[in-house]
Protein backbone atom coordinates (compact mmCIF):
# COMPACT_ATOMS: atom_id res chain seq x y z
CA UNK A 1 0.00 0.00 0.00
CA UNK A 2 2.66 1.91 0.63
CA UNK A 3 3.85 5.23 3.36
CA UNK A 4 1.93 8.54 2.88
CA UNK A 5 4.80 11.08 3.37
CA UNK A 6 4.60 13.23 5.80
CA UNK A 7 1.93 12.11 8.01
CA UNK A 8 2.30 9.83 11.47
CA UNK A 9 -0.10 7.75 13.27
CA UNK A 10 -1.36 8.42 16.43
CA UNK A 11 -3.67 5.60 18.57
CA UNK A 12 -4.98 7.23 21.98
CA UNK A 13 -4.35 4.60 24.66
CA UNK A 14 -5.60 6.52 28.02
CA UNK A 15 -9.27 4.73 28.31
CA UNK A 16 -9.27 2.99 31.85
CA UNK A 17 -11.45 0.54 30.53
CA UNK A 18 -13.46 0.38 33.68
CA UNK A 19 -16.64 -1.58 31.63
CA UNK A 20 -13.83 -4.28 29.98
CA UNK A 21 -12.59 -4.33 33.55
CA UNK A 22 -9.09 -3.59 32.55
CA UNK A 23 -6.85 -1.11 30.69
CA UNK A 24 -8.80 -1.15 27.26
CA UNK A 25 -5.78 -1.24 25.18
CA UNK A 26 -4.26 -4.40 26.69
CA UNK A 27 -7.71 -6.28 26.40
CA UNK A 28 -7.14 -9.41 24.45
CA UNK A 29 -9.37 -9.70 21.35
CA UNK A 30 -8.69 -12.73 19.48
CA UNK A 31 -5.63 -13.75 21.96
CA UNK A 32 -4.34 -10.19 20.84
CA UNK A 33 -3.99 -6.66 22.52
CA UNK A 34 -6.75 -4.68 21.18
CA UNK A 35 -3.88 -1.73 20.52
CA UNK A 36 -2.51 -4.06 18.51
CA UNK A 37 -5.06 -4.09 15.39
CA UNK A 38 -4.87 0.10 15.07
CA UNK A 39 -1.44 -0.42 15.50
CA UNK A 40 -0.95 -3.00 12.63
CA UNK A 41 -3.72 -0.81 10.31
CA UNK A 42 -1.40 2.42 10.67
CA UNK A 43 1.88 0.67 10.38
CA UNK A 44 0.65 -0.02 6.43
CA UNK A 45 1.16 3.47 6.03
CA UNK A 46 3.13 5.52 8.26
CA UNK A 47 6.88 5.19 9.08
CA UNK A 48 6.00 7.21 12.82
CA UNK A 49 3.51 5.53 15.56
CA UNK A 50 2.77 7.80 18.51
CA UNK A 51 0.95 6.21 21.54
CA UNK A 52 -0.62 8.41 23.99
CA UNK A 53 -1.25 7.23 27.23
CA UNK A 54 -2.86 8.22 30.58
CA UNK A 55 0.43 8.55 32.19
CA UNK A 56 4.81 7.94 31.07
CA UNK A 57 4.43 4.54 33.05
CA UNK A 58 0.90 3.44 31.50
CA UNK A 59 2.12 4.56 27.87
CA UNK A 60 5.52 2.62 28.42
CA UNK A 61 3.51 -0.68 29.43
CA UNK A 62 1.26 -0.72 26.46
CA UNK A 63 4.04 -0.15 24.29
CA UNK A 64 5.94 -3.16 25.30
CA UNK A 65 2.72 -5.11 24.68
CA UNK A 66 3.11 -4.05 21.09
CA UNK A 67 4.47 -5.57 18.23
CA UNK A 68 5.33 -2.99 15.77
CA UNK A 69 5.46 -3.27 11.90
CA UNK A 70 8.40 -3.08 10.25
CA UNK A 71 10.43 0.10 9.79
CA UNK A 72 8.33 1.85 11.71
CA UNK A 73 9.22 4.29 14.78
CA UNK A 74 7.49 4.29 17.89
CA UNK A 75 7.32 7.11 20.54
CA UNK A 76 5.36 6.77 23.49
CA UNK A 77 3.69 10.24 25.13
CA UNK A 78 1.11 10.82 27.48
CA UNK A 79 -2.29 12.89 27.61
CA UNK A 80 -0.82 15.66 29.88
CA UNK A 81 2.26 15.74 28.34
CA UNK A 82 3.43 19.71 28.23
CA UNK A 83 -0.30 21.36 29.46
CA UNK A 84 -0.40 24.03 31.20
CA UNK A 85 -3.88 24.84 32.77
CA UNK A 86 -3.76 27.67 35.28
CA UNK A 87 -1.50 26.44 38.05
CA UNK A 88 -1.44 22.77 36.99
CA UNK A 89 1.16 21.82 35.09
CA UNK A 90 0.95 18.01 33.39
CA UNK A 91 -2.71 17.96 33.60
CA UNK A 92 -3.36 13.63 32.74
CA UNK A 93 -5.20 10.49 34.09
CA UNK A 94 -7.39 11.67 31.32
CA UNK A 95 -8.84 14.54 32.94
CA UNK A 96 -9.45 16.69 29.78
CA UNK A 97 -10.43 13.96 27.97
CA UNK A 98 -9.28 13.08 24.06
CA UNK A 99 -8.76 16.50 22.88
CA UNK A 100 -5.15 16.57 25.27
CA UNK A 101 -4.63 13.31 23.73
CA UNK A 102 -4.74 14.70 20.36
CA UNK A 103 -2.46 17.13 21.68
CA UNK A 104 0.54 15.63 23.15
CA UNK A 105 -0.19 13.32 19.73
CA UNK A 106 0.49 15.59 17.53
CA UNK A 107 2.85 17.73 19.81
CA UNK A 108 5.16 14.41 19.88
CA UNK A 109 4.91 13.17 15.84
CA UNK A 110 7.99 14.77 13.94
CA UNK A 111 5.37 15.26 11.13
CA UNK A 112 3.26 17.97 11.02
CA UNK A 113 0.26 15.81 9.89
CA UNK A 114 -1.12 12.77 11.93
CA UNK A 115 -3.81 10.10 11.83
CA UNK A 116 -5.24 9.63 14.88
CA UNK A 117 -7.53 6.54 16.11
CA UNK A 118 -8.44 5.23 19.17
CA UNK A 119 -7.13 2.02 20.94
CA UNK A 120 -10.35 0.08 20.74
CA UNK A 121 -11.36 0.43 16.98
CA UNK A 122 -9.66 -3.29 15.82
CA UNK A 123 -11.88 -3.40 12.38
CA UNK A 124 -10.06 -0.02 10.89
CA UNK A 125 -9.88 0.31 7.14
CA UNK A 126 -6.10 0.73 6.32
CA UNK A 127 -7.62 2.10 2.46
CA UNK A 128 -9.69 4.96 3.85
CA UNK A 129 -6.88 5.93 6.48
CA UNK A 130 -4.71 6.35 3.31
CA UNK A 131 -7.04 8.56 1.31
CA UNK A 132 -7.78 10.44 4.05
CA UNK A 133 -4.29 11.04 4.62
CA UNK A 134 -3.24 11.95 1.06
CA UNK A 135 -6.52 14.54 0.81
CA UNK A 136 -5.58 16.58 4.53
CA UNK A 137 -2.93 18.51 1.94
CA UNK A 138 -4.55 21.60 2.42
CA UNK A 139 -6.29 21.24 5.35
CA UNK A 140 -6.08 21.40 9.06
CA UNK A 141 -8.20 18.40 10.16
CA UNK A 142 -9.65 15.41 7.58
CA UNK A 143 -13.24 13.74 9.54
CA UNK A 144 -15.82 11.23 8.50
CA UNK A 145 -19.10 12.52 8.36
CA UNK A 146 -21.48 9.69 8.37
CA UNK A 147 -25.45 11.34 8.69
CA UNK A 148 -27.36 14.45 9.21
CA UNK A 149 -26.60 16.35 12.59
CA UNK A 150 -23.10 16.46 12.37
CA UNK A 151 -22.49 12.49 13.25
CA UNK A 152 -18.82 12.49 13.64
CA UNK A 153 -16.13 10.57 13.56
CA UNK A 154 -13.47 12.96 15.72
CA UNK A 155 -11.28 9.40 16.79
CA UNK A 156 -10.59 8.08 13.64
CA UNK A 157 -9.81 11.60 11.77
CA UNK A 158 -6.75 13.49 10.64
CA UNK A 159 -5.32 16.33 12.01
CA UNK A 160 -2.81 19.00 11.71
CA UNK A 161 0.34 20.70 13.60
CA UNK A 162 -1.71 23.87 13.02
CA UNK A 163 -4.44 22.70 15.18
CA UNK A 164 -2.72 22.86 18.59
CA UNK A 165 -3.35 26.67 19.10
CA UNK A 166 -7.09 26.36 18.89
CA UNK A 167 -6.81 23.09 21.12
CA UNK A 168 -4.96 24.93 23.45
CA UNK A 169 -7.60 27.68 23.50
CA UNK A 170 -10.07 25.08 23.85
CA UNK A 171 -8.36 23.33 26.79
CA UNK A 172 -7.93 26.73 28.52
CA UNK A 173 -12.00 27.75 28.49
CA UNK A 174 -13.70 25.30 26.70
CA UNK A 175 -15.59 23.73 25.01
CA UNK A 176 -13.26 20.40 25.47
CA UNK A 177 -15.56 18.28 22.84
CA UNK A 178 -12.97 17.62 20.05
CA UNK A 179 -15.77 18.15 17.15
CA UNK A 180 -15.92 21.71 18.31
CA UNK A 181 -12.99 22.45 16.90
CA UNK A 182 -13.82 21.11 13.48
CA UNK A 183 -15.60 24.19 13.95
CA UNK A 184 -12.65 26.54 14.07
CA UNK A 185 -10.07 24.47 11.65
CA UNK A 186 -10.25 24.36 8.16
CA UNK A 187 -12.25 20.66 8.13
CA UNK A 188 -12.32 18.72 5.25
CA UNK A 189 -15.68 16.07 5.44
CA UNK A 190 -15.74 13.04 4.40
CA UNK A 191 -19.52 12.10 3.45
CA UNK A 192 -20.95 8.59 4.65
CA UNK A 193 -20.75 7.55 0.89
CA UNK A 194 -17.38 8.42 0.49
CA UNK A 195 -16.67 6.01 3.76
CA UNK A 196 -18.83 2.93 2.59
CA UNK A 197 -16.78 3.15 -0.77
CA UNK A 198 -13.60 1.53 1.05
CA UNK A 199 -16.38 -0.18 3.99
CA UNK A 200 -19.85 -0.73 3.28
CA UNK A 201 -21.14 -1.69 6.16
CA UNK A 202 -18.88 0.85 8.07
CA UNK A 203 -17.36 -1.64 10.35
CA UNK A 204 -13.93 0.01 10.55
CA UNK A 205 -15.69 2.78 13.05
CA UNK A 206 -16.69 0.20 15.58
CA UNK A 207 -15.37 1.02 18.92
CA UNK A 208 -14.97 -1.65 22.02
CA UNK A 209 -16.34 0.09 24.95
CA UNK A 210 -18.46 -3.05 26.59
CA UNK A 211 -17.70 -6.54 27.95
CA UNK A 212 -20.55 -6.70 24.67
CA UNK A 213 -18.69 -5.04 22.23
CA UNK A 214 -15.76 -7.64 23.02
CA UNK A 215 -18.16 -10.14 22.16
CA UNK A 216 -19.31 -9.05 19.06
CA UNK A 217 -15.77 -8.13 17.80
CA UNK A 218 -14.71 -11.84 18.55
CA UNK A 219 -17.58 -13.43 16.71
CA UNK A 220 -16.71 -10.58 13.96
CA UNK A 221 -12.97 -12.04 13.64
CA UNK A 222 -14.27 -15.74 13.61
CA UNK A 223 -16.78 -15.04 10.69
CA UNK A 224 -15.91 -13.26 8.69
CA UNK A 225 -12.85 -13.95 6.44
CA UNK A 226 -13.31 -10.15 4.58
CA UNK A 227 -10.07 -7.75 4.59
CA UNK A 228 -10.44 -5.48 7.70
Not at 5 to 25: F, I, N, Y
Not at 91 to 112: C, D, M, N, T, Y
Request: some cysteine; aromatic content about 6%.
Amino acid sequence: MGVVDGVAGVVLAGGAGKRLRGSKALVKLGGTPLIQYPVDRLGSIVDTLVIVGSCPHKSREIAEAVTLPAGCELICTWDGAGIVTGEAVGVGQGSLGPLAGIRAGLVASPHARCIVVGCDMPFLSAPLLRYMAVRSRGFQAVAPRLGPGAALEPLCAVYSWSCVSHIDSMLAIGPRKVTRLFDVVRTLYLEREVCEAFDPDLRCFFNVNTRQDLAEAEATLRLSCRPV
